[in-house]
Structures are given as C-alpha cells and as structure tokens.
C-alpha cells in the first residue's frame, strides 16, 4: 500500500526530488514510532517475521523508505554505475527471485526447522 501511494505521488507531481524528499521525510517520522513500539512490547509488534504488529511494519516501511532515499544519493556515483548491469538484472527478474527466494525459506523451514539455529548457522 505505501508503495501505491508513493508511486501515484510521484505520478502526480513527476518532481524526483521532491519525491526523494518525502520518502525521507517519512521514513524518518515512520522509522522512531515502530523502533518505539518495538519496545515498547516487542513480543506483539515484532514476534517474526510473519505474524508482525503495527510497529514492526512502520518500522520496516520507514526503514525501507531511508534505504531508498540513500539510494537515490548513489545514483550518481561510481557504485551505481558498477552494479548497475546487476539492478537491472535483479529488476527484470523481480518475480523470478522472489518466488525462489520463498521456496528455499519455505523448504528450508519445511527439512531444517522454525527457529532451530542460532544466526551464524543460519547464514552459513
């Protein structure tokens, strides 16, 4: 929902700066109020990551949103221009990866366990 609403911002205003601004703007309001929620009780607003409470979602929206207006500082730069073949790559094949990276979570779960390892396990 916040990404059809930021896009039909932008579509209404076609000004990427002022864009950027807001998503600033708001991640910068949305981030402290889910952080602050968080916790306040953890346990109810970000239990895991798939049965979230309000203030883990702002928290991952506002988050998000500063991500994406740091992304946009670096489109100018060096780094961009480097991985640039790889955005594209990873945009023209969005639903591909995503559907992929599901699959592995959900088949991993599925053989391995819900909550069995400890953090470093589970990224080797």
């Not at 703007?25 to 990551?49: C, K, Q, R, S």
């Not at 203030?55 to 991500?67: E, K």
């Not at 559907?99 to 366990?113: F, P, R």
Request: proline fraction near 2%.
């Amino acid at each position: 929902m916040v990404g059809l609403f930021l896009g039909q911002r932008y579509v209404q205003s076609k000004d990427l700066d002022q864009f950027h601004k807001e998503c600033l703007i708001l991640g910068v309001i949305m981030t402290p109020i889910g952080a602050g929620l968080m916790y306040w009780d953890y346990e109810y607003h970000f239990n895991n990551f798939f049965h979230m409470g309000f203030g883990g979602i702002t928290y991952l929206i506002g988050f998000n949103l500063l991500l994406f207006w740091l992304a946009s500082l670096f489109v100018n730069t060096w780094i961009y221009k480097v991985f640039l073949p790889f955005y594209t790559y990873c945009s023209r094949h969005v639903t591909s990866i995503y559907l992929l990276h599901w699959v592995l979570i959900c088949w991993g779960m599925a053989i391995i366990g819900y909550q069995t390892m400890d953090q470093l396990q589970t990224l080797g």
